[in-house]
C-alpha cells in the first residue's frame, strides 16, 4: 500500500523553464509535507516543506502547492537550471495518531534539466 | 562541522557474513534513524532511535538490530546478511522526532550481498 506516490519516474525540462514535479497521497492523517532532492553518491537533502494549514510555501526558485482536497501536492522550480538534475523525493507525515517519528516516501521523480 | 557521517562507504558481503554500519552525527540532534534505499523505491525506515537510550522498529526491521551508542552514535548491525539486503543504507538525524523536523542524512552506504 503505498500512501505516497510520485507517478513520473522521470521529467526532462529545458534549462529556463518550469519544472514541475508532482505527488499524490492516499493518507488524510498526513498534514506535513516535505521535499528532499539527492543527487547520485549523495544523501538526500531537505529542499522545502509545507504544512496542511497553509496551501503554498516559496522559497526563492522553489514553490510548493498543496490541495488537501484532491491530496495532491506539486513542486515547481522555476527557473530550472542545469545544477537542478537531480532525484526528488515527496515525503509526508502525520504529527497525531502513534507514527509522528515517521517520514513516508515516494519513489522519486529524476529531473533531468537541459542545457 | 561534518553533520551526518557514515562508515563505511562501501562493502561487500557474502550470505551469512555480519556486519556493523556506523553512524554519528555532530548536530546535537535527540533522534535518529536507518533507511534503505533500493532501486525504483522510495527510503524504507529500518529502526530509529527518538531519544538516547531509545530503539524502535520502523517499517522493515527484520533482520537487522540497532544500538544507540551515546547521543552521536546510532550503529546498525546485520548478523547474518541475505542477498535481499543489497541496498544503499542511509542514516539521518533530526531535532526531535516529527515529519515537521527537518532530518539531515548521511552520505549512505552501499551494501552488496553476494
Known amino acids: 500500500d503505498q500512501q505516497v506516490k510520485q507517478n513520473s519516474p522521470s521529467l526532462s525540462v529545458q534549462e529556463g523553464r518550469i519544472s514541475i514535479l508532482n505527488c499524490d497521497y492516499t493518507n488524510s492523517m498526513f498534514d506535513y509535507f516535505l521535499w528532499y532532492k539527492k543527487y547520485p553518491a549523495e544523501g538526500p537533502t531537505f529542499l522545502i516543506s509545507i504544512s496542511s494549514i497553509k496551501d503554498k510555501n516559496e522559497d526563492g526558485r522553489f514553490t510548493v502547492f498543496l490541495n488537501k482536497s484532491a491530496k495532491h501536492l506539486s513542486l515547481h522550480i522555476v527557473p530550472s537550471q542545469p545544477g537542478d538534475s537531480a532525484v526528488y523525493f515527496c515525503a509526508a507525515s502525520a504529527s497525531s495518531g502513534g507514527s509522528n517519528y515517521k517520514l513516508t516516501f515516494g519513489k522519486g521523480t529524476l529531473l533531468t534539466v537541459n542545457p | 562541522n561534518a553533520g551526518v557521517t557514515q562508515t563505511p562507504k562501501f562493502q561487500v558481503l557474502k550470505t551469512g557474513q555480519s556486519m556493523t554500519l556506523q553512524c554519528a552525527q555532530d548536530m546535537n540532534h535527540n533522534s535518529m534513524y536507518w533507511y534503505r534505499q533500493d532501486p525504483g523505491m522510495g ?49 539521518a538525524s533530526s531535532e526531535e522526532t516529527g515529519g515537521y523536523n527537518e532530518q539531515f542524512f548521511g552520505p549512505g552506504t552501499r551494501l552488496t550481498v553476494l
Open chain 2, 43 to 91: 527510503l524504507r525506515l529500518i529502526y530509529y532511535s527518538a531519544s538516547e537510550g531509545t530503539t524502535d522498529k520502523g517499517e522493515v526491521p527484520n533482520g537487522y538490530n540497532v544500538s544507540r551508542l551515546n547521543k552521536r552514535e546510532f550503529s546498525l548491525r546485520l548478523e547474518s546478511a541475505a542477498p535481499s539486503q543489497t541496498s544503499v543504507y542511509f542514516c
